[in-house]
């Protein structure tokens, strides 16, 4: 370890050395180079604090040695000693951690006074009072950061010394008065710890360093880090600086400016100044801080100088800058810059000007734009000022904002809709019964079921709004609990599907649109993307919808969705009922016309696109009431002597017991259903068909691509491919010619992947379904998952991710990429895709780009999301080549 | 095609030709190869048999020149010649599979007659009775098996003409009434088929060849193939050779026997013969024919000759032969030998005779023993002589016979046991509360639930008889129903848990033991195998079962099963219950010193050989009542307003509820409840140290090797291992180092065998849990699988075994192989095992031998065939080399 460099110089950095120096650090060496006026200091490296906890909370052996050799250059810049009895320089100790952690570990100012150099600094600035703050805020800082004594204690002492002084102001307290604090602060100290606040000036920078260091893992870092997922193994760097000061009187001041407006995009400096203050004073709100403009008027010359600073940054840096300067007798100092963090409508406006204004490139705009900002461009959002009454949180499980009025049956969901009123539907769980009140409801609110119940698999295929599994919630009569509030049929209340947020009230909704910027960066991302980007849709409005948001096919529409309909669930449950193959074909035959207009409708929709349709997927029982509320119903009925109601729900009851599974998840469902049952699957492919051949002959062009679920033996797909092309043969006699459908996949069994040679020998695609698969992989059953053991799993950091939001490419994506090149090996006209829900997430769509699919299918609400990504990973693999 | 040999001459086949001329061809060829008195005649390859099917059903066009050339060849030989009006060669036309299909296909004898050539018979055999005897039993099989007529049509002109003729016994029937009989016959064939018996002899013999190809496919063949795992499209071959009679006179004679008694495997001629007779009369039981020691005198010379030969044979073959005669007019004629089947017990006497006569080696003795005879070595089974009342079939959940009287609750078990009367336990399903009957019982039946069901998993552990998922058994107050039948309280049924069926009334049982000379080949077994054999068991009487079957120590014991006793599941029950942490430990110290006990025994029943505990694997609901049941007592208590019931109930109800899961396959279990809820699995592993530390102290030697169940993430192992690791420091402190435990995995989840690398690492060994593996590679429960579209995949043939019984090699193997490879990698002592339900599977024991893996732990009564199927397979793989 003896031969390591802990310690670099602002002169030896750059930006490219982030990863050592951390942000700040390597910013300021950035800016130093460049020739900014930065105040003289250097940086402790992230490889010393990594050092530090290897070695049990110890310094480095020779780290305190390169830090006097680096002060020694920073005295000599500055021209003051570091303990200078007359001249002494002062230093601020501040963590700087690779990635960007605001506010969450600590800081230390003012470092290198004590009772002698005070008085020196006193002299030498002319200003006892200065001086004197100056020290004791050190101590302050110094007892907090270092001795751990809290800072109510010092803030009780700073009120009773200005009470003594008869000041209210701490503008009013005189030196004097700053003198007793200090003394007051070295008892308080020598109370707390047993010893004394440390006159060695070498002493209190060491004891400062060790300080920041160890406050990379106070809890609200590691909380910060969690919720930003930052690994935690890289600790932070930490920078030593001399101090600049803003505080010396009304020639001084500290602000902070945007290049530009954050909120908006606009073109302009924005931001905000303190006369006479430190930076720690704009931060701590104690003094209301005034807008930048102003300081135009106050030091014309000074905001000139900024004006030019800051455009010669952004231009430096290609992107809007979020600098901290301070003015010490009319020179004015850059203490920090970093790209400014902006509102996703910001983001975009700044991409595009940026690029008109030839900063950055097309290129460089589109991989600017960060995940948080993919996620939140189109959804509808609360109004971000609006105060908000949090009376619950359960899983965000279908983003956007809703508000309407609390509904608790889908049949008042449909009247009040009707009448004209908004209306939130709020359900213990919802059931494929309630679907006419999702489809009413502006949003849906469920106090059980996970991220793939019932409510939220529906709501999010919709695009609506919902929050499930609520459990704070209780659902009672016309009414619910949550907590001490009680919340009756028709109140208002909303939810944040993005945040799981239940809010009493009325909240105002923005609408989710593209805007121009929005349209340009996509057209742009379409100009460099190679993966094909797809949506699922299930009807009509979702394909047009998908369209318009630049969808090039359907690449999943979920067939079982259309059994849901009203008009449909009566038939089909008769259908499942049946007790024969006659007496179930009866009830196919009048589900064929309804599902041969589904088709026709996404054909028209479509205009020759491809739409991939998926032949029915979920097990049997789903369609059938819960067995629970029949037996309810069957006590009751019991209850009653209701002799009729008995024996027909006896029979539900039997039938419904008998399709119960153990694990339906792993059940009779997708292509067993189809074979088991063939009828079903012949009847939803001569719908197809038919379909097809109605818009051919009113001259739209279709191009059907049939899916087979579930998949796991080469059989399975070959018998259903041939079951296709019979029905094909059967039904479009000699138009079979003419419409060109292909026969296709899902890959969701980890056995489809590990036999995919031969499952691609009879098929025209594969698409992966990651959900399942990714399920059945790790054996993890997302519903009984997900608010369990999984958050278990992720808190105690077992798991990197949720898997079912961020591919687990070390197992799931092993098998994908195991199932590709074995599929193209065997098919080498295989087309790839995935249609999991991790097609709308970036860094997923980052790993089904790299490992070569043709195309992905997501929500239409995703697609923008995703072209954008899409063009993100091949400007990525450019780079990389 | 031109150039196909389709027909080969028994001089040039071989014994070796198998899968070209079939099984009886090639014995035949072989046979005449070495010298024995076989009538002449030739082959037609399952080459051509393809061919035809491939060609639409017709013969492949060059076929009958070349059986044209090989007639004259045999005309030769015989002296005879086919449709000559004097001395004209008859020939019989049979199939001949390469898997033996005894009598499902079909066979025609006497080719060659016709109303000219039959007195050319009568006249050079000087019996114009035989000559028209043998014309009309051609034209009956001709035109049944040929031209389809069903036989009873013959059987009623027959037994009309005998009427007629005042015959009661065939052998009075004289050549007139043949000869009416013939006419009859051929006014028959006229009737229905619009055409006549083919006089020309060539036609005849195209047409029974096509005949025989075809009955390649009728429907008892088929299930018959199927029943023995027989390929579909390996077809048959057919075997054309000139008729010899036994039925000539009372100087003839036909017969079978068997070279050593099947059933015992004694050492002697073992048959029957008739005297004037045919093959097919011996067959038929038309007359009883005579025990084979009864030629001895009425045909002394022939009887030597047949001893010789007999003799021969074996020592040729070198296996006990069932062999087909006949004698001709004092010429002994050898027309069939093949291996003859056995009793499992005859199979191990007669393999350790053969090594003891010089006959066979070791290994041969140990490559002969079947699938079939290693599965029904060791439990009970019902005297084969006895007439079983089959009154239902269920799933054949544990093997094994069990007899005694019905009861239908566990208490009413356990105390009939006590009075000393053996009982059989019926329940709708069992649950852990059942688990005192299931002990008492000497078997269960239950007309609901799987292979995986509770009563199933419990009964086989136990190696007890187990008949589950019955459902043609309704169960009512105190007896059940099957069918027509009522069966009562304290009646007696008879179950068979290897076959599933259910029999009224008490049925002899025969007890499982290892004969000697199954000990002597169980012995030769170990010298041969490498892969070491463990067994499954949870408690000490197990254990000392599994020793005294020669495993090698334990491999996998599930430690739920111990959570299931008596006096364990209330504190079971009451520690899931518990609100707090603090009051779950409480529980966790009541069964600590329980749990402490059960690894003491164990570790004191197997002295020093490694115990594999796997601690706790299935989810907490499984030791819960089951909800529907508490809500029918709700609804009781509600009716009788019992209020303190309804409380606890609604209580209970609550919790249960939390607990449910929608597919707890894939839910909180395993490690992920050991992570979740760390102080059960630290109760655990503190109770096998101390069983470790008390043995040791007793001077017992311990290994104790901790399995971590349902690992997918390298995180989860690293995690456990910490966590044993810090109980065995806690535990043991100083005698840490005198146990050497060792902490491993199983591998039973998708993801764990894709980075088994990463899993490696933190792991001493994998044990892959194929049954899991199995499930969620392929994505099937079994549970909701097996009885229900599995079987429809099987029947159907999309997959060609249940993956539940043979390990898929294809999906699941792969898996395997891919994790041995990468984990021997990462950890190169790594030991590698297996423990699901294959480990007893011999074609399953081949692939994990052959993947390289170091042990298999199977139930203990698997454990002998486990031992041999080890020792074959290594076998196998030295003949391969």
């Given at each position: 370890?003896?031969?390591?460099?802990?310690?670099?110089?602002?002169?030896?950095?750059?930006?490219?050395?982030?990863?050592?120096?951390?942000g700040?650090?390597?910013?300021?060496?950035?800016?130093?180079?460049?020739?900014?006026?930065?105040?003289?200091?250097?940086?402790?490296?992230?490889?010393?604090?990594?050092?530090?906890?290897?070695?049990?909370?110890?310094?480095?052996?020779?780290?305190?040695?390169?830090?006097?050799?680096?002060?020694q250059?920073?005295?000599?810049?500055?021209?003051?000693?570091?303990?200078?009895?007359?001249?002494?320089?002062?230093?601020?100790?501040?963590?700087?951690?690779?990635d960007?952690?605001?506010?969450?570990?600590?800081?230390?100012?003012?470092?290198?006074?004590?009772?002698?150099?005070?008085?020196?600094?006193?002299?030498?600035?002319?200003?006892?009072?200065?001086?004197?703050?100056?020290?004791?805020?050190?101590?302050?800082?110094?007892?907090?950061?270092?001795?751990?004594?809290?800072?109510?204690?010092?803030?009780?002492?700073?009120?009773?010394?200005?009470?003594?002084?008869?000041?209210?102001?701490?503008?009013?307290?005189?030196?004097?008065?700053?003198?007793?604090?200090?003394?007051?602060?070295?008892?308080?100290?020598?109370?707390?710890?047993?010893?004394?606040?440390?006159?060695?000036?070498m002493?209190?920078?060491?004891?400062?360093?060790e300080?920041?260091?160890?406050?990379?893992?106070?809890?609200?870092a590691?909380?910060?880090?969690?919720?930003?997922?930052?690994?935690?193994?890289?600790?932070?760097?930490v920078?030593?600086?001399?101090?600049?000061?803003?505080?010396?009187?009304?020639?001084?001041?500290?602000?902070?400016?945007?290049?530009?407006?954050?909120?908006?995009?606009?073109?302009?400096?924005?931001?905000?100044?303190?006369?006479?203050?430190?930076?720690?004073?704009?931060?701590?709100?104690?003094?209301?801080?005034?807008?930048?403009?102003?300081?135009?008027?106050?030091m014309?010359?000074?905001?000139?100088?900024?004006?030019?600073?800051?455009?010669?940054?952004?231009?430096?840096?290609?992107?809007?800058?979020?600098?901290?300067?301070?003015?010490?007798?009319?020179?004015?100092?850059?203490?920090?810059?970093?790209?400014?963090?902006?509102?996703?409508?910001?983001?975009?406006?700044?991409?595009?000007?940026?690029?008109?204004?030839?900063?950055?490139?097309?290129?460089?705009?589109?991989?600017?734009?960060?995940?948080?900002?993919?996620?939140?461009?189109?959804?509808?959002?609360?109004?971000?000022?609006?105060?908000?009454?949090?009376?619950?949180?359960?899983?965000?499980?279908?983003?956007?904002?809703?508000?309407?009025?609390?509904?608790?049956?889908?049949d008042t969901?449909?009247?009040?809709k009707?009448?004209?009123?908004?209306?939130?539907?709020?359900?213990?769980?919802?059931?494929?019964?309630?679907?006419?009140?999702v489809?009413?409801?502006?949003?849906?609110?469920?106090?059980?079921?996970?991220?793939?119940?019932?409510?939220?698999?529906?709501?999010?295929?919709?695009?609506?709004?919902?929050?499930?599994?609520?459990?704070?919630?209780?659902?009672?009569?016309?009414?619910?609990?949550?907590?001490?509030?009680?919340?009756?049929?028709?109140?208002?209340?909303?939810?944040?599907?993005?945040?799981?947020?239940?809010?009493?009230?009325?909240?105002?909704?923005?609408?989710a649109?593209?805007?121009?910027?929005?349209?340009q960066?996509?057209?742009?991302?379409?100009?460099?993307?190679?993966?094909?980007?797809?949506?699922?849709?299930?009807?009509?409005?979702?394909?047009?919808?998908?369209?318009?948001?630049?969808?090039?096919?359907?690449?999943?529409?979920?067939?079982?969705?259309?059994?849901?309909?009203?008009?449909?669930?009566?038939?089909?449950?008769?259908?499942?009922?049946?007790?024969?193959?006659?007496?179930r074909?009866?009830w196919?035959?009048?589900?064929?016309?309804?599902q041969?207009?589904?088709?026709?409708?996404?054909?028209?929709?479509m205009?020759?696109?491809?739409?991939?349709?998926?032949?029915?997927?979920?097990?049997?029982h789903?369609?059938?009431?819960?067995?629970?509320?029949?037996?309810?119903?069957?006590?009751?009925?019991?209850?009653?002597?209701?002799?009729?109601?008995?024996?027909?729900?006896?029979?539900?009851?039997?039938?419904?017991?008998?399709?119960?599974?153990?694990n339906?998840?792993?059940?009779?469902?997708?292509?067993?259903?189809?074979?088991?049952?063939?009828?079903?699957?012949?009847?939803?492919?001569?719908?197809?068909?038919?379909?097809?051949?109605?818009?051919l002959?009113?001259?739209?062009?279709?191009?059907?691509?049939?899916?087979?679920?579930?998949?796991g033996?080469?059989?399975?797909?070959?018998?259903?491919?041939?079951?296709?092309?019979?029905?094909?043969?059967?039904?479009?006699?000699?138009?079979q010619?003419?419409?060109?459908?292909?026969?296709?996949?899902?890959?969701?069994?980890?056995?489809?992947?590990?036999?995919?040679?031969?499952?691609?020998?009879?098929?025209?695609?594969?698409?992966?379904?990651?959900?399942?698969?990714?399920?059945?992989?790790?054996g993890?059953?997302?519903?009984?998952?997900?608010?369990?053991?999984?958050?278990?799993?992720?808190?105690?950091?077992?798991?990197?991710?949720?898997p079912?939001?961020?591919?687990?490419?070390?197992?799931v994506?092993?098998?994908?990429?195991?199932?590709?090149?074995?599929?193209?090996?065997?098919?080498?006209?295989?087309?790839?895709?995935?249609?999991?829900?991790?097609?709308?997430d970036?860094?997923?769509?980052?790993?089904?780009?790299?490992?070569?699919?043709?195309?992905?299918?997501?929500?239409?609400?995703?697609?923008?999301?995703?072209?954008?990504?899409?063009?993100?990973?091949?400007?990525?693999?450019e780079?990389?080549?």
């Amino acid at each position: 370890m003896n031969n390591n460099k802990w310690v670099y110089r602002f002169q030896e950095g750059s930006k490219t050395m982030k990863e050592l120096l951390g942000g700040k650090g390597a910013n300021l060496a950035e800016m130093t180079g460049i020739g900014l006026p930065v105040p003289p200091g250097f940086t402790i490296t992230t490889e010393a604090c990594r050092a530090f906890y290897l070695g049990g909370c110890a310094l480095p052996a020779d780290l305190m040695e390169q830090v006097v050799s680096a002060l020694q250059a920073v005295e000599t810049e500055t021209g003051q000693r570091f303990g200078d009895l007359e001249n002494p320089l002062l230093v601020s100790v501040r963590s700087g951690s690779v990635d960007s952690m605001p506010g969450m570990m600590d800081t230390i100012l003012n470092l290198g006074l004590n009772d002698d150099t005070v008085r020196g600094l006193a002299e030498s600035t002319g200003d006892e009072r200065f001086a004197y703050d100056c020290y004791r805020r050190l101590i302050q800082m110094y007892g907090n950061v270092v001795l751990g004594i809290p800072l109510v204690h010092f803030e009780e002492r700073l009120d009773f010394m200005k009470r003594e002084m008869g000041c209210t102001e701490e503008g009013e307290v005189t030196a004097e008065g700053w003198r007793r604090l200090i003394e007051n602060y070295k008892t308080l100290i020598q109370q707390e710890t047993s010893g004394a606040f440390p006159q060695n000036v070498m002493e209190q920078l060491e004891k400062a360093i060790e300080a920041v260091f160890r406050s990379w893992n106070n809890s609200r870092a590691i909380i910060y880090r969690k919720a930003h997922r930052i690994p935690d193994e890289v600790g932070t760097a930490v920078n030593i600086q001399s101090m600049v000061f803003g505080n010396k009187g009304d020639d001084c001041g500290t602000g902070v400016v945007f290049t530009r407006n954050p909120a908006t995009g606009d073109k302009m400096l924005f931001g905000e100044y303190l006369t006479n203050a430190q930076g720690e004073d704009v931060v701590a709100g104690i003094r209301t801080p005034l807008p930048i403009r102003r300081m135009e008027q106050q030091m014309p010359d000074l905001y000139r100088q900024l004006t030019e600073l800051a455009d010669k940054l952004e231009r430096h840096y290609k992107d809007m800058q979020d600098i901290e300067f301070t003015v010490d007798k009319q020179r004015l100092y850059i203490l920090q810059t970093r790209g400014g963090k902006r509102t996703p409508q910001a983001a975009m406006r700044i991409a595009v000007q940026m690029v008109e204004e030839k900063i950055i490139t097309k290129e460089e705009a589109l991989l600017r734009i960060d995940e948080t900002h993919l996620n939140q461009l189109l959804h509808r959002s609360f109004d971000s000022s609006a105060e908000l009454d949090v009376i619950a949180t359960g899983l965000p499980a279908s983003p956007g904002a809703a508000c309407g009025q609390v509904v608790f049956d889908p049949d008042t969901a449909e009247q009040w809709k009707k009448e004209g009123k908004p209306v939130i539907l709020v359900r213990t769980e919802t059931t494929p019964e309630d679907i006419h009140g999702v489809i009413a409801a502006e949003g849906v609110l469920t106090s059980r079921g996970g991220m793939t119940s019932h409510a939220a698999v529906v709501a999010r295929g919709m695009g609506k709004p919902c929050v499930c599994g609520c459990e704070e919630l209780s659902v009672e009569d016309r009414a619910f609990r949550a907590g001490q509030r009680l919340i009756l049929e028709g109140d208002w209340i909303s939810i944040d599907g993005a945040t799981g947020q239940v809010i009493a009230g009325a909240i105002q909704v923005k609408e989710a649109k593209l805007s121009s910027e929005l349209e340009q960066i996509l057209h742009w991302a379409d100009e460099v993307r190679k993966l094909r980007i797809m949506a699922n849709a299930d009807n009509p409005d979702d394909a047009r919808k998908a369209g318009m948001f630049g969808a090039e096919g359907i690449g999943l529409c979920r067939t079982e969705h259309m059994f849901f309909g009203a008009d449909r669930l009566p038939v089909v449950r008769s259908m499942i009922l049946a007790e024969s193959r006659e007496e179930r074909m009866k009830w196919l035959a009048q589900l064929l016309p309804m599902q041969e207009e589904d088709f026709a409708g996404l054909f028209r929709a479509m205009g020759g696109k491809p739409v991939t349709i998926r032949l029915l997927d979920p097990p049997m029982h789903e369609f059938l009431p819960n067995l629970e509320e029949l037996q309810q119903q069957y006590y009751r009925a019991l209850e009653h002597a209701d002799q009729a109601n008995l024996v027909e729900l006896e029979q539900l009851i039997r039938k419904v017991r008998s399709l119960h599974e153990t694990n339906p998840m792993l059940g009779q469902r997708g292509c067993r259903l189809g074979i088991v049952f063939p009828e079903i699957y012949e009847m939803q492919v001569e719908a197809i068909f038919r379909a097809s051949a109605a818009c051919l002959s009113e001259g739209i062009k279709v191009a059907p691509e049939i899916m087979i679920p579930l998949v796991g033996h080469p059989q399975e797909i070959r018998h259903m491919r041939q079951v296709v092309d019979l029905v094909a043969e059967r039904v479009l006699g000699r138009e079979q010619n003419a419409i060109h459908y292909k026969v296709g996949t899902m890959i969701e069994v980890p056995r489809a992947a590990l036999t995919a040679d031969q499952i691609a020998e009879h098929a025209d695609f594969f698409s992966f379904g990651t959900n399942d698969l990714t399920q059945m992989t790790f054996g993890y059953s997302r519903d009984d998952a997900e608010g369990k053991f999984l958050n278990h799993y992720l808190e105690q950091k077992l798991l990197p991710h949720n898997p079912f939001q961020v591919l687990d490419r070390e197992g799931v994506g092993q098998l994908i990429e195991w199932a590709l090149a074995k599929g193209k090996t065997a098919n080498p006209l295989l087309r790839t895709g995935a249609c999991g829900e991790h097609a709308g997430d970036r860094s997923s769509i980052m790993f089904f780009h790299a490992a070569g699919l043709d195309y992905i299918s997501c929500s239409p609400y995703r697609v923008p999301l995703a072209r954008i990504a899409a063009a993100q990973a091949q400007l990525l693999i450019e780079n990389v080549r």
